[in-house]
């Protein structure tokens, strides 16, 4: 079995309206991607933790008219290190795993918590908490032929914390779900490892074998130490933060990654460069294939 079984890019969050979905699915087609993943936390296809018949059959639909495979990411706000809302999060990752399932998705997206730092106690008790919540949604997932793919995000705040992709892999080991993969996020590790000090290259390294799920853009590794920008282009400029550019327009190394690192197979590859760099989209996507045969190659002399 190949290791990494197909390329693409996620789609562009909307507004709710299912015509920009098509619209951005079509593209993806057009540029012959193998796969999409659904921003199903920007289609208004949930509210209150049910699914909305209605659009939930549009989605279907919608997604049928194309020669793709599916992955989804789920809300970008989810969140199995908060207790005051631990239940209304589950809730909407059980309805997301649905609708997985009504549209042949066959990966939902679940960010890594967010909590406060806070005192080593604290900390393995939200670590605890998170790994129960996995743990559950797991066997939800087993039952809709869905593997939940638990990234690593960077801290914006003073003072917060986030797994870093180290402790991402002890999660999912701990969590020992077939269901439950690791996703490497590297733009997200490059951020991290400089706001913490961290070889982010190691750290990507020790997440790796537990990884089923990759998410590319660039960026130049630099933390927000400004937030505020009249115009995107602007941090772009500066190269501040999470930029998600084209492959190659930052300073992420990634054909030496991709020669150091081992993951499991039947993993996709997610590029998750939006519309607006829709005229640097297929060189992107030429990298990208590129890099998944540097993995592939070695997988198979590997077997061989």
């Not at 604290?122 to 790994?131: G, L, S, T």
Request: proline share 4%; net charge negative.
């Amino acid at each position: 079995m190949a290791v990494i079984t197909h390329v693409g890019f996620s789609v562009t969050a909307g507004d709710g309206d299912l015509t920009r979905l098509e619209n951005s699915l079509a593209q993806i087609a057009d540029l012959g991607a193998d796969v999409a993943e659904l921003s199903l936390f920007g289609h208004d296809l949930i509210a209150g933790g049910r699914v909305i018949e209605s659009r939930a059959k549009a989605l279907a639909e919608i997604c049928a008219k194309f020669p793709l495979r599916y992955t989804a990411h789920g809300q970008i706000v989810s969140n199995f290190m908060d207790p005051v809302n631990l239940d209304r999060q589950k809730a909407v990752v059980r309805a997301m795993l649905e609708l997985c399932e009504r549209v042949g998705a066959d990966v939902l997206v679940q960010h890594c918590g967010r909590s406060t730092i806070g005192t080593a106690p604290y900390r393995a008790a939200v670590d605890r908490m998170e790994r129960e919540a996995l743990a559950e949604m797991a066997e939800v997932a087993r039952g809709r032929g869905v593997r939940i793919a638990f990234e690593n995000i960077f801290g914006v705040e003073v003072g917060e914390y986030r797994q870093s992709p180290s402790e991402i892999a002890e999660t999912v080991r701990a969590v020992g779900h077939p269901n439950v993969v690791g996703l490497i996020d590297f733009g997200h590790a490059y951020i991290e490892g400089t706001r913490l000090g961290l070889d982010w290259r190691e750290e990507v390294r020790s997440m790796a074998p537990v990884t089923g799920h990759l998410h590319l853009h660039d960026n130049f590794g630099l933390p927000y130490t400004m937030t505020e920008f009249f115009h995107p282009s602007e941090s772009v400029a500066l190269g501040i933060g999470d930029l998600h550019l084209p492959l190659g327009w930052g300073a992420l190394p990634f054909e030496a990654i991709f020669a150091e690192i081992d993951i499991l197979p039947g993993t996709a590859m997610i590029m998750e460069i939006g519309e607006r760099f829709a005229t640097e989209r297929a060189e992107s996507l030429a990298v990208a294939r590129h890099l998944a045969g540097i993995i592939n190659d070695r997988g198979a002399r590997a077997a061989a």
